[in-house]
């Protein structure tokens, strides 16, 4: 059993910076990769920023130069920098963690980026 928990949403001014945390807890034995993801209402989700157990990192074209994901492997952890927020950055994100065949999602955390 594995779980996921994310942290770090809430509301913010366009402008502004959030960090979102992700920990993965459980019958951990090699993360392959892991990730966040968002979804806006009446869209489907989409991948906004990846990071394998290495230093690969992927990134989502509208995030690109603003957001920064980075990783912990000793406590299983993954963050997400968000600078310079945008209104269209609102979205529920959710984090990913991949193990193996398996993927694991955590409940999501809501960001808001309004005035």
């Known amino acids: 059993q594995v779980q996921v928990v994310e942290s770090g949403g809430g509301l913010v001014q366009p402008g502004g910076s959030l960090r979102l945390s992700c920990a993965a807890s459980?019958?951990?034995?090699?993360?392959?990769?892991m990730g966040w993801y968002r979804q806006a209402p009446g869209k489907e989700r989409e991948l906004v920023a990846a990071i394998t157990s290495g230093v690969g990192t992927n990134y989502a074209d509208s995030v690109k130069g603003r957001f920064t994901i980075s990783r912990d492997n000793a406590k299983n952890t993954v963050y997400l920098q968000m600078n310079s927020l945008k209104p269209e950055d609102t979205a529920v994100y959710y984090c990913n963690v991949t193990l193996g065949d398996f993927s694991y999602w955590g409940q999501g955390t809501q960001v808001t980026v309004s005035s």
């Open positions: 459980g019958m951990i034995f090699s993360i392959n990769a």
